[in-house]
DNA sequence: GCTATCGGATACATTCACGTATCGGATACG
DNA sequence: CGTATCCGATACGTGAATGTATCCGATAGC
């Protein structure tokens, strides 16, 4: 039987994000959660055994959920012209929700920090979006006319791009007046991107 | 009578600090830090009223101290020769107990998104430090015989910087044998000072 | 449509962390 | 020294979040 169940249990995820993002994992209760959901804690009981159970079903929903759009924008860029200052302006984009997922995103990567078992999931993933990134670099590098400079992999060049805008957003939700998401994407990286590229 | 007084407040917060880097801030109980500082409840609450002023007491000590550190580095470089690469090689240091204190002021700085007064306090310890590093890279840079280029302003690159530090750690501490603290910083901080730079 | 099973609600007991109030020992001061 | 005050320990009460056990309604199979 179970009709109602995979509602109930994405149901309970989509609040579990709302909820840790606006207090975080150690500041919800599960209560919280259900509320949020439209449920009692017997229905959250019948789906999770514990707290942290949710949290990592809703990494890995999260997860999921951000290849595949990932990999769709991969896509969907097909052969269009690109600039390395295209290129610098997509990074500096954020969504709305973006935020909320910076937030709950951030806190797992705490607790993955303090837990092999988490970091180990959590690198995995990072990994394939990585590669996900490292492609859709290479094409549009190509595109452009550019390769890396030698000494320079594209592995590396998307980890400091992440590290940059992980980095950038912290800055930027402590002070979102003071700096605007995007701000030092788009002051920064033309320049490092002309910087570790090359024509050919 | 103040003879044991600092001394056990400073056991606390040495205590405190382990205790939030070992299991965050939500997952420490105030007995967990007494127990290791070696006292009970009782001298907690002598000395601190809830576990968020022990938080915000800790916090302002570290900034404290780095704000000193800071500041005798910057007095003990004096007129030495540098150079971008001495730079990117400064940058790409790392204490052991960095670990530590990335756990807690990354856990801190979420709090800070979620709560504008959290955030005020740390966006002004932020300047302060901030100040200080641009002062240093300015020395360093002008030693170096080298000034911004146009449409760069210091302010924005300590930004930059502190944005490739901090997410920069984040992956290293999640895969510390696939990236060791300091790679990405040491690969690219050259091109990045280089590209930013010129000579003047 | 009847029934067996499942999913979620309700009510309860328990645990746990918290905060306070009080006590005993140590320290500075005369 | 003696004493007053301060500091940390101990013991207690309280509230809140948790987990479980049971119940009721809904759903799928026959």
Redesign the interface.
Known sequence: MTKRRPQTQARLLDAALEAFA??????TRIEDVCERAGYTRGAFYSNFSTKEELFFALFDRHAARVLERFEKQAAALGDSRVTVEAIAAALAEFDDDE?TWY?VT??F??????DPAA?RR??EH?ARLRAEAVRLLGERLEHAGLRPRP??DLE??V??L???????L??S???PE??PPG??ER??LP??L???TQAG
Chains 1, 2 share one sequence.
């Open positions: 606006a207090n975080g994992f150690g500041g935020r937030l951030t806190e990567t705490l607790s993955a920090i303090r970091a959590l690198a990072d000494g320079i590396s060049l980890r400091m992440i590290a940059i805008r992980e980095g950038a912290a800055q939700y402590v002070e003071a700096l701000t030092l002051r920064f320049a490092l002309g910087a570790v």
